[in-house]
């Protein structure tokens, strides 16, 4: 079996809108910046947690910090998944 590389008939267009620093453009740079906000929320929370420990900060800030966390992080991986269902579904199409 051959794989031929499908050639499209114009450039994509690049502009400042759906781009990163890289120069990506599309939803990979959307799911990387969703990854990038979810850690930066986790740092947060683990900040957060060892302010509390250190009796420099509220229970009810660290909880409030890590629910945001688990949301974001639940957020991310459920992105993951349907994005892997979709890949799929398009990987399994007859051509």
Same mark, same amino acid.
Do not use: C, K, M, N
């Given at each position: 079996m051959q794989v *031929? $590389? $499908?050639v499209p008939d114009a450039a994509p267009a690049r502009g400042p809108? =759906? %781009?990163d620093a890289s120069g990506a453009t599309g939803? =990979? /740079?959307?799911f990387g910046a969703l990854v990038d906000a979810a850690g930066a929320m986790l740092a947060g929370a *683990? @900040? +957060?947690e060892s302010a509390f420990a250190a009796h @420099? =900060? =509220?229970l009810q800030e660290m909880v409030v910090e890590r629910a945001r966390a688990d949301i974001a992080l639940?957020? #991310?991986a459920t %992105? #993951? !998944? @349907? #994005? #892997? !269902?979709a890949l /799929? +579904?398009? $990987?399994g199409m007859q051509v």
């Open positions: *031929d $590389l $499908l809108v =759906g %781009t939803s =990979g /740079s959307a *683990d @900040r +957060a @420099r =900060g =509220g639940q957020i #991310a %992105t #993951a !998944q @349907r #994005a #892997a !269902q /799929s +579904a398009v $990987l």
